[in-house]
Every structure is written in C-alpha cells, then in structure tokens.
C-alpha cells in the first residue's frame, strides 16, 4: 500500500472527532492511497487520549497515527489540513506553519453551520473535493457482547469537562424508575467517571467500565439510546440508532444529531444556548436541562418505542 500524502491534526473532543469523520474520509478519498493520517498533539493526554486513540486506530481510511511535535513525521505529506476549531497549543502551531493551505476565515460558531459542515467546507474550499458529505464514521468492536432482551434502553448523562454542567440531566433516577414500570427491557448505563452513579434501575452498568468502541457495540445494539450531547450522543448519531436526546446549553445548529433518527427535547429558552464561555459560566442553575420534566422523557421515549 502506497503511504498517504495526506496528514489531518485533530486535538479536541470525542465527540468532535466524530463530526470529524467525514471530512476524513473525503480527503482520503482524494488521496492516491485512499487514506489519511491522523496526528494527535503530543501534550493532549487528559483521559479521553486513550478512548480517542482507540476509535481512530480502528477506522478503515486512516493509515496512521502520529504524535506531533514529539514525533518527527517521516512521511512526504504533500496535503496538510487542519481548522479553526481546535484547542490552541505548541503542536497546532507547529503543524500550521508547515502547511500550505490555510483555514484563515469561516465564521462557523455563530453563523448556524453544522460542525460537519464547516469541516467540509474547508476540504472542499482547499483540497478539490467535489462529491457528497460521506456519512459520519464510528467503529464498533463485536466481540464485545452482553444480555439483553428484544427492548433494550442505554443511558448516557454526559459531564467531562467545563461543559459538564450544562450536559447533565438530573432525572435520570425517576426515568430508569419509570422504564421498568412500562417495559420488560433491559438497562444499560455507559458513560465516564461517576455518570449515573444514582441510578439503580439497570441491568448492565457500563460506565467507565468498557472501551469506547466497545460502548459503541451497545449503543449499536440498543433498541433505544436516551441521552445528553457527548461523545456518545455523536456515536448513536454515526450508527443510526433511534436516540431521545436531553438538549441543553450547548449550540443546536452546530451539534445536533443529523440522521433523522433523533428526538430532540429542548426547552427553548431564550438564555439557550449558553455554550459561549462567558454565558456558559455566569449561568446560575442551567435551567435548561434541571427544567425537563419526567412525564416529557417519557412521551419521546413510547412515541420512540411505537407505544
């Protein structure tokens, strides 16, 4: 196999990898190997490192994965690409200046575009990629396997970060106490750290406890996933599972789930959203989510569920 010209530099959320992935694949597309490879910043080593290393490790059209600027990169990379929504640092400043092609003015944070879009855009405005959005991409390890029954319902509260606040539900006790009254299924929970520690209605829990891939085969195998907006929510959203999904603080138009399967819950309030910094952080009780009522889960959850 002929090494990829091709070089992309991501460092930020899980989440945003996986809106990441179909501008990937169009510049793998592009590329005369038919693949890219991905550099990681050599600092980024918070715990979501190991779950982002295992998800692009196992993703078809990249090649390999490299650390800059701890690594040297060996490779005759002709194609650099990297955009605006990456965490500043050492590394991204060091792979920018050897790029050719500079992302230098795409408006995307406040101009309603979908984060998928605003990727494509740049490969299309600088790499001669001319076809359709490919579909967003998340592998799955089937050798993990686990009981369940013909109703299956995974949970997800999601709190990495300093967005956390504004991702977290807090009824999600009461919601697993309500699914067992209205369904013979299985419960599962997955997610990071302590997510759902409250909960005690459930069948599997998952949480810190399995690979992301690995979490990836349950939301794929999940008649149902009720979630907020993480990492997780973009992977039930890659694998076309039905979601109901408990909206927040954070930017609809840029986040929101995009395969039609999704029910969204949002209260609409006029203080949403808050995910820039400066209203993210004065908001006193993000009443956005605290405000979402059992009964409301509920009603999404049976229309989901063909009640």
């Known amino acids: 196999m002929?090494?990829?010209?091709?070089?992309?530099?991501?460092r930020n959320g899980l989440g945003n990898f996986i809106l990441y992935t179909p501008a990937l694949q169009a510049l793998a597309s592009v590329d005369p190997s038919g693949m890219v490879d991905v550099c990681l910043d050599g600092a980024w080593n918070d715990d979501r490192r190991p779950a982002l290393e295992d998800l692009v490790g196992k993703m078809p059209f990249v090649q390999d994965v490299v650390n800059y600027p701890r690594l040297n990169l060996k490779k005759d990379h002709k194609v650099w690409f990297w955009t605006k929504h990456t965490y500043p640092s050492l590394g991204?400043?060091?792979?920018?200046?050897?790029?050719?092609?500079?992302?230098?003015?795409?408006?995307?944070?406040?101009?309603?575009?979908?984060?998928?879009?605003?990727?494509?855009?740049?490969v299309r405005r600088f790499y001669g990629?001319?076809?359709?959005?490919?579909?967003?991409?998340?592998?799955?390890?089937d050798s993990f396997t686990f009981d369940k029954k013909p109703i299956t319902i995974t949970l997800c509260n999601g709190s990495y970060g300093h967005l956390a606040p504004s991702k977290v539900w807090p009824g999600f006790l009461e919601l697993a106490e309500t699914l067992r009254l209205y369904y013979d299924c299985t419960i599962v929970k997955i997610g990071y750290n302590k997510e759902l520690a409250n909960v005690t209605q459930f069948d599997h829990d998952f949480v810190g406890k399995i690979t992301l891939t690995q979490a990836a085969k349950v939301i794929k195998e999940s008649s149902l996933f009720i979630t907020t907006d993480t990492c997780n929510m973009h992977i039930g959203d890659a694998l076309e599972t039905p979601m109901v999904v408990l909206w927040g603080g954070s930017i609809l138009t840029k986040n929101k789930p995009v395969n039609g399967r999704a029910k969204i819950i949002s209260r609409g309030l006029k203080c949403q959203p808050c995910h820039d910094?400066?209203?993210?952080?004065?908001?006193p009780d993000f009443?956005?989510?605290?405000?979402?009522?059992?009964?409301?889960?509920?009603?999404?959850?049976r229309e989901a569920l063909g009640d």
Request: contains cysteine; hydrophobic residues 30%; glycine residues 8%.
């Open 277 to 283: 910094p400066d209203r993210f952080q004065t908001c």
């Open 287 to 301: 009443a956005c989510l605290s405000g979402l009522g059992t009964g409301m889960v509920m009603a999404a959850v």
């Open 92 to 122: 991204l400043n060091a792979f920018k200046n050897r790029s050719p092609h500079l992302d230098r003015g795409i408006a995307w944070r406040y101009s309603g575009q979908h984060e998928i879009d605003y990727y494509m855009d740049s």
């Open 129 to 141: 990629f001319t076809g359709d959005t490919p579909k967003q991409h998340c592998p799955v390890d």
């Open 2 to 10: 002929p090494d990829t010209k091709t070089i992309a530099y991501f």
